[in-house]
């Protein structure tokens, strides 16, 4: 897996970038209303080479690949670069592939800046007048003309020329009239045509991820400068939460950008949909991206002093030269599930790689062999995504084949998968239908007895739990403090003999019911903040003193409330310091996975699509239907977006990258589009979800209700939207 430029991709955008600061300034963006071109800045990009990225060399270009076009465009979409780039890029690229005498002619001045060539979307003998994007200063477009692809010369006379909404150098051209030479005829000329505009929609894609993401970082300085009742505004979480989720909708579209030119590259079967899927994401995720920002700003961002109402309009007037982007999320559709072919354009070298190595698919067969060997289908009935699926005999075997703690570092005991061994072996335990959340707590209970138990607690406790024979639970939520783990009120009071009282409830305790032991936060000190004085201990649930009650919940699933009435422990049972229980509760970070829901994602939009292909309306399958296809789209693309996330955030902490808050990220996303996406294939399957028959009516229904917690529990989206703004937008602490 790899999110890293290459060293020359680096080079390549810091110089694009340097030189856009400088040229496109806002200042001159600016000066080049109302036209929006700005001849100076084109004859730089020129001058750099930009022009001609996407020329094969042997046509006199660079030759380079589309992500490279598309970092290029992620700058340009940054600075609101004034010019028709996107189309110029794609026609240069056109000429060079369509070739004869009138291509090449044109191909050189228009790589070398001296004129400038356009593209028509709609067939010229169907639609001849269309709006054509650099219209206002292009000197030809290249167009599709039934089984022909021209090329249309356009007059200075011939272009209508009206201001527009975002002072963008289209214009409207009546096609038909003006005179052309055709540059190529037949099927293969218009798939390469075809491929020209399937890469106009990822340049365009990439672009206005450049525009939300400096729109975001504008707001978010505004919001760290500007107060009001006496703080600085992004303290109110009403500003900066909307901008974290907004920061999680940019980056995924331009993941989702990456993801399609690496779908290209690999020859993926959905790489058609992939483009659909991102042209679709950027342009609503930009959209809502600048709005937000401008809003951020107040009144203020109303006026022409502030900058941002020009990444509002820009927003608008780039894609919406394709026309209503509905169109794309309904494309994808078809693509995806109506059977539609897509032109894919040569993507050339991709260094992004969402793959996740041999080690993981290792590991991923390992799995499912011992699952074809170990697990009966009376094994298989006990299945269930909550401890509730805990089976005592298949935790002992997967112990012994080294399948259990597959997280934990091999020094302790575990299996030590890298991040991206855990991330194909959860998805093989998915795969299987199994969920084993006893197993993730247990591990970290080990770790941490293994980093901070005394060696009487470590001989007596970690042989049976590294054997597969006790499961642990986890006791920090309290019932006045549910995230807020800090604040912990149960007592543990040091006895005269040097042992320990505990007394108070926990809540939530998932798994009490079946565990032997718990990881219990006490606190130790009152007189100090809150933080400082915590202790952490182990208590055997089966002490004198301990009180398990049943909470069920309606997802099918039971947690706990559990009260420790003078519990007494041996101080051997403690875990680190005294009053150092947060940095014994540090040491779990080392099973950082950055993981969030996609897989539930997966697996209920598998159960969706099967769905769909049953349920009949007027005579046909639902998944026929348009506004199905469009909504099983729309998941598809929420589900790629938390896998990008999800593994970006694997990346950084598998290869030590800076991490900004990629973790909180992966999971609040995750978590938002389970619950939204289950809440809409609830209904879009309906009536037959409500039922819980055995299949995917059952699964659909469960998802919907297993989904209304995901937003809660390890931390509400509320507490991860403060991590996200603070960390990843520099935003002041949102909270005390």
């Not at 020009?310 to 780039?318: D, E, P, Q, V």
């Not at 982007?325 to 539609?340: D, M, S, V, W």
């Not at 320990?500 to 718990?518: E, H, P, Q």
């Not at 996975?593 to 699509?609: I, N, P």
Request: hydrophobic letters at 45%.
């Amino acid at each position: 897996m790899n999110f890293d430029l290459t060293d020359d991709q680096e080079m390549m955008r810091d110089m694009f970038a340097r030189f856009l600061d400088e040229q496109s300034s806002m200042a001159r963006v600016r000066a080049a209303a109302p036209s929006g071109f700005d001849p100076t800045l084109w004859q730089g990009l020129a001058d750099l080479g930009a022009l001609s990225i996407r020329v094969p060399e042997e046509a006199g270009g660079l030759g380079l690949g589309l992500f490279d076009a598309a970092l290029l465009m992620e700058e340009a979409g940054r600075t609101l670069a004034s010019g028709p780039l996107a189309e110029a890029l794609v026609s240069a690229r056109l000429l060079a592939q369509l070739g004869g005498d009138h291509a090449a002619g044109l191909l050189d001045q228009v790589m070398t800046g001296k004129a400038i060539a356009s593209l028509a979307f709609e067939d010229v003998a169907v639609q001849p007048v269309q709006w054509i994007g650099g219209g206002q200063v292009a000197q030809a477009v290249i167009a599709r003309r039934g089984a022909d692809i021209i090329l249309v010369e356009v007059p200075e006379e011939a272009r209508r020329v009206e201001e527009n909404l975002a002072s963008t150098p289209l214009a409207e051209i009546d096609l038909g009239v003006l005179p052309h030479v055709m540059l190529a005829r037949g099927e293969g000329a218009r798939t390469i045509f075809a491929q020209g505009v399937e890469e106009w929609k990822l340049l365009i894609a990439a672009g206005l991820a450049g525009i939300g993401r400096q729109a975001l970082k504008l707001a978010a300085a505004y919001a760290c400068e500007r107060k009001q009742f006496d703080q600085y505004i992004g303290q109110f979480q009403g500003i900066s939460h909307p901008l974290a989720d907004l920061l999680c909708d940019v980056d995924g579209g331009k993941l989702l950008v990456w993801k399609a030119i690496r779908d290209l590259a690999d020859g993926q079967p959905q790489a058609g949909a992939a483009i659909s899927i991102a042209a679709w994401w950027n342009t609503d995720a930009a959209a809502r991206a600048v709005a937000q920002a401008l809003h951020t700003f107040g009144g203020y961002g109303l006026t022409t002093e502030y900058d941002i109402f020009l990444f509002n309009l820009r927003a608008k007037a780039w894609p919406l030269l394709l026309g209503d982007p509905q169109r794309l999320i309904e494309e994808a559709g078809r693509r995806l599930y109506g059977g539609e072919d897509a032109a894919l354009p040569e993507a050339g070298g991709v260094p992004i790689d969402f793959d996740l190595g041999p080690d993981a698919r290792i590991i991923t067969q390992e799995i499912n062999d011992f699952f074809a060997a170990h697990v009966t289908p009376d094994m298989r009935e006990t299945f269930h995504y909550s401890w509730e699926g805990y089976n005592p005999a298949l935790n002992r075997k997967l112990a012994a084949q080294n399948l259990l703690y597959l997280g934990l570092p091999a020094d302790v005991g575990g299996r030590g998968l890298s991040a991206y061994e855990k991330t194909a072996a959860m998805d093989a335990f998915e795969a299987q239908g199994y969920n084993n959340p006893a197993a993730n707590v247990t591990q970290m209970v080990a770790l941490i007895i293994h980093r901070f138990g005394s060696e009487e607690l470590k001989n007596a406790i970690l042989p049976e739990i590294m054997g597969g024979e006790v499961i642990c639970s986890l006791g920090y939520s309290e019932p006045g403090s549910g995230s807020d783990v800090f604040a912990a009120q149960c007592r543990a009071t040091q006895e005269p003999d040097g042992s320990w009282r505990i007394d108070g409830t926990k809540m939530f305790t998932s798994g009490a019911n079946l565990a032997t032991y718990v990881l219990m936060l006490c606190r130790t000190n009152p007189n100090v903040p809150k933080h400082k004085g915590l202790t952490m201990f182990i208590v055997p649930l089966k002490a004198d003193g301990v009180t398990i009650q049943p909470v069920h919940t309606f997802q099918d699933e039971r947690t706990n409330i559990t009260f420790y009435d003078g519990v007494r422990i041996a101080d051997s049972w403690r875990l680190g310091d005294v009053d150092g229980g947060v940095r014994t509760m540090s040491a779990s970070l080392e099973l950082e996975h950055g993981g969030g829901f996609a897989k539930y994602q997966r697996a209920m939009l598998q159960a969706a699509e099967s769905l769909c292909h049953e349920i009949q309306r007027n005579g046909r399958s639902l998944v026929e239907d348009t506004g199905a296809q469009v909504r099983l789209a729309r998941t598809t693309a929420n589900l790629w977006v938390s896998e990008l996330i999800t593994y970006r955030s694997q990346w950084a902490i598998a290869e030590k990258k800076p991490n900004h808050a990629y973790g909180p990220m992966a999971k609040m996303f995750s978590s938002e589009k389970f619950q939204s996406d289950a809440r809409d294939l609830l209904d879009l399957t309906a009536p037959l979800s409500l039922s819980k028959r055995r299949g995917p009516a059952a699964e659909i229904n469960q998802f919907y209700r297993h989904a209304q917690g995901a937003t809660i529990y390890g931390g509400t989206s509320e507490v991860h939207r403060s991590m996200i703004a603070e960390r990843a937008l520099g935003l002041p602490r949102t909270r005390a």
